[in-house]
């Protein structure tokens, strides 16, 4: 019996981590917003977020923007990079993502093609890095006065 229990306690916990395989999942969770007429905020008053949406949330390898199809703004045709994976948020606006570590773009489906949440520096395409046995969460919004 107790042979069977030190087996049992080695398969489920000691041999998917000798195998490379996390036990702590790590990658990308958060809310996605839509803002329609952004503005300041008054003095004294918090920034509204706008109203959760339920949207596309596409993960492609780090990209930049020379690799935008038909680029406006922060509103695009679509993107030339390899798609590493995608989930609807829900009505509430969130989502989460398992992903390997590592360094990502992060997109939002917006009418017939994509949104860019947020540039990083002159050329990449809203980056989010993901580490070993952790979740990054970020808070994604749209802001409809940006696109024209």
């Known amino acids: 019996m107790r042979y069977k229990a030190i087996q049992f306690i080695f398969l489920v916990c000691l041999a998917p981590i000798l195998m490379g ?6 990658g990308i969770m958060g809310t996605v917003w839509m803002e329609k007429n952004a503005s300041m905020p008054l003095k004294g008053k918090a920034k509204q977020k706008g109203l959760p949406i339920s949207t596309m949330v596409y993960v492609y ?9 038909e680029q406006d703004g922060n509103y695009a045709k679509g993107i030339q990079a390899k798609i590493i994976k995608q989930v609807r948020s829900d009505k509430a606006g969130k989502f989460k993502l398992r992903l ?13 093609g994509i949104y860019i ?4 520096g002159n050329t990449g395409l809203a980056f989010v890095e993901v580490s070993k046995h952790q979740w990054q969460e970020i808070d994604l919004t749209i802001i409809d006065s940006s696109i024209n």
């Open 100 to 112: 390997a570590p590592g360094k990502y773009t992060i997109v939002l489906g917006y009418q017939d």
């Open 117 to 120: 949440p947020f540039f990083s």
């Open 21 to 26: 395989f996390s036990i702590l999942p790590q």
């Open 61 to 69: 390898e780090a990209a930049h923007l020379n690799q935008l199809i």
